[in-house]
Each structure stands twice: as structure tokens, then as C-alpha cells.
């Protein structure tokens, strides 16, 4: 098993930053740098929607609602990525969450963590 853990969301001001992390432990074996791994999040009443995808062989992807204001990133020494959030909207209020992918069987997701934007 593979254990997710979310922090840094909060409640900030509309155009203000947030920078979530996720920390993965467990089951590892080394093999962090090996997982494709996504952020998610769900607005109450809507589906969960991709935020940011980062590939194991370091691509990094967005949906397209972000247009430059997030920016992803990982960090296999600490197997931990990270969500940098600028510029943010009140429709950028969700719950976050962090999803590890190996393979087409191993998946883990976090408990996530709440992002309210709002003045």
C-alpha cells in the first residue's frame, strides 16, 4: 500500500497563491519516480475534474481551465509533488487531491485537502 497525504490548502483571497503538497510513503520500494502522478479536484455538486498530470517520464500536463496560473512539480528525492497555485478564482474552491498511478492496477488517491477561495 501506498499512503497519500495532502497539505497546504487553506482559504485565501481571490488572485492570491496556495501551494499544495502530497507526500507519498508505504510501499514504495524506490520506485516514486516510476508513478504517474495527478491532482484532482471536485467542487461540491460537480465531478471530479484533472488538474494537473505529471508523467513518470516528466511530462507535465493541465486541464484547461488552469492556462498558466498552476504550476506542478515533483520532487522523487522527497517523493512528494507539489501544486503551485497563483492567481486563483472563487471557482478554484474545491477539495484537492493527489492520485498515484503505476501500471493500469495500482492506484492511490489522498484524503484531500479544501481550497475555498474567497474575499
Known amino acids: 500500500q501506498v499512503q497519500l497525504v495532502e497539505s497546504g490548502g487553506g482559504l485565501v483571497q481571490p488572485g492570491g497563491s496556495l501551494r499544495l503538497s502530497c507526500a507519498a510513503s508505504?510501499?514504495?520500494?524506490?520506485?516514486?519516480?516510476?508513478?504517474?502522478m495527478y491532482w484532482y479536484r471536485q467542487a461540491p455538486g460537480k465531478q471530479r475534474e484533472l488538474v494537473a498530470a505529471?508523467?513518470?517520464?516528466?511530462?507535465?500536463n493541465y486541464g484547461d481551465f488552469v492556462k498558466g496560473r498552476f504550476t506542478a512539480s515533483r520532487d522523487n528525492a522527497k517523493n512528494t509533488v507539489y501544486l503551485q497555485m497563483n492567481s486563483l478564482k472563487p471557482e478554484d474552491t474545491a477539495v484537492y487531491y493527489c492520485?498515484?498511478?503505476?501500471?493500469?492496477?495500482?492506484?492511490?488517491w489522498g484524503q484531500g485537502t479544501q481550497v475555498t477561495v474567497s474575499s
Open positions: 492520485n498515484a498511478q503505476r501500471g493500469i492496477l495500482l492506484s492511490y
Open positions: 508505504g510501499n514504495l520500494f524506490n520506485l516514486f519516480s516510476l508513478y504517474g
Open positions: 505529471l508523467t513518470s517520464t516528466g511530462d507535465t
